[in-house]
């Protein structure tokens, strides 16, 4: 596969919910394609629907949710026509996940080695001294000492951290095409979080594997990811390159996220807000899901703006940078 053809693509996807109150959109239309061993930064606050995008990826929608539109293919093949059999021999094979709470992952009653080797065992026909081969040496990869002590342990005497990397290494063992990661450094502390970035940007970059990062934190992606792709209401209102994102941002959305970091604020100086909050996805307003946080709103933005064309692209009537 040339790096030129994605592995990964997402076509006009929409994942509904179906619920008393209403029908929650939780993804109205995204759109993105992932090359070989490129990082992706989905960005967007608590509810945007960054992780439901995620799930709905791997076919892991549970009523009342259900994906009622658009594409999903890997490889050139459609995962939202595909059959459960067919999703359960790529998940964790071709297309893995990490998610933000490593027990997720883990089972508590199990150790480390039992848990990794069944996991290679359930996709590829090997003896269990190599399936352990293989876990020992995703381990090392993630920056796990003395992986020999670590195999026999249990998840309970991981640290957070530790927690993580095992999960990281769980996900890397048949290093797949594809490794969704829903926040899963938001829980460990600076230092680690760090490491772990790293680790896996380096990962990427040496075994090809392409990666949709997912986070409500700009400061995050913006040394990690190649692209950046921001997400609100259910809908990508920004995407881009990292650079063209971060140093050029036009959705006043994006703009708001970026004067909330603390990095890009003088000493001294409020941070910025965002006036309000996200608005409900059973009750959104009409129009630009943003319009009534929006300083720049006017009349034309009761209608949907569409996302503009071109590799750097914003759904806004009034960019920033323009005349208000």
Not at 37 to 48: M, N
Not at 135 to 153: K, N, T
Not at 280 to 303: D, H, K, M, V, Y
Request: aromatic share 4%; charged share 20%.
């Amino acid at each position: 596969m040339t790096r030129q053809e994605p592995v990964l693509e997402v076509e006009d996807l929409r994942t509904h919910f179906f619920t008393r109150g209403g029908v929650a959109k939780a993804v109205d239309g995204v759109s993105f394609t992932l090359n070989r061993g490129e990082i992706l930064g989905l960005v967007g606050e608590s509810g945007s629907g960054k992780s439901v995008t995620g799930m709905s990826i791997l076919g892991l929608i549970d009523p009342p949710g259900r994906i009622v539109g658009g594409a999903v293919r890997y490889r050139g093949e459609d995962l939202v026509k595909a059959g459960e059999k067919r999703l359960r021999q790529l998940r964790g094979n071709r297309i893995a996940m990490i998610f933000q709470d490593p027990m997720m992952t883990l089972n508590p009653v199990l150790s480390v080695e039992t848990q990794m080797v069944e996991t290679v065992l359930a996709h590829d026909k090997v003896s269990r001294q190599q399936a352990r081969e293989r876990a020992r040496e995703a381990l090392v990869r993630v920056g796990i000492p003395s992986p020999d002590e670590r195999l026999a342990a249990y998840p309970h005497q991981f640290s957070g951290g530790m927690r993580q990397r095992v999960a990281i290494a769980i996900a890397l063992l048949h290093q797949p095409d594809v490794i969704i990661a829903d926040e899963p450094t938001t829980a460990l502390d600076v230092t680690i979080q760090a490491q772990i970035l790293f680790e896996v940007q380096k990962l990427c970059r040496e075994t090809g594997t392409a990666l949709v990062w997912i986070t409500h934190d700009l400061a995050v992606v913006s040394g990690l990811a190649d692209r950046i792709a921001v997400m609100y209401a259910g809908r990508v209102v920004e995407t881009g390159t990292t650079v063209e994102v971060i140093d050029g941002a036009r959705h006043p959305y994006t703009h708001g996220l970026l004067g909330s970091v603390p990095s890009r604020n003088r000493r001294g100086e409020p941070l910025s807000q965002i006036p309000g909050m996200t608005p409900s996805l059973l009750n959104l307003p009409e129009g630009c899901a943003f319009r009534p946080r929006c300083q720049r709103a006017t009349e034309i933005c009761l209608a949907v703006p569409p996302l503009s064309d071109g590799g750097h692209g914003w759904r806004c009537f009034h960019p920033e940078g323009a005349a208000a």
